[in-house]
């Protein structure tokens, strides 16, 4: 039901941007965030990455702000991550989740790689 889309290999200082599409109703309802995973961890030691809530306001991890921008569009049913100047730390899986306080969504994940 969550689909995550844009990853793959990029040098350090290297931009990728993240999709993450819904297949299901009402997504504008629904609060947004991508997690990573990063190689070596387990799923309960997902990294939270940035959120998009509602109302549209946004939370950055500490690691990323700066160069990590969250964004959505409800008429596509669809989350976005712009990553700039990536890092080789940056590599992980990246997770796309849905909450509506009901219920939660996760996405299957996108290989991010940053290397040179």
């Known amino acids: 039901q969550l689909v995550e889309s844009g990853g793959g290999l990029v040098q350090p200082g290297g931009s990728l941007r993240l999709s993450c599409t819904a297949s299901f109703r009402m997504f504008s309802t629904y609060t947004m965030a991508w997690w990573r995973q990063a190689p070596g961890k387990q799923r309960d030691q997902r990294e939270f990455?940035?959120?998009?809530?509602?109302?549209?306001?946004?939370k950055h991890a500490n690691p990323v702000k700066g160069r990590f921008t969250v964004s959505r569009d409800n008429a596509k049913n669809t989350m976005y991550l712009q990553m700039n100047d990536l890092r080789p730390e940056d590599t992980a899986v990246y997770y796309c989740f849905a909450d509506n306080q009901v219920s939660e969504i996760w996405g299957q994940g996108t290989q991010v790689t940053v290397s040179s």
């Open positions: 990455v940035a959120a998009i809530s509602t109302d549209l306001s946004t």
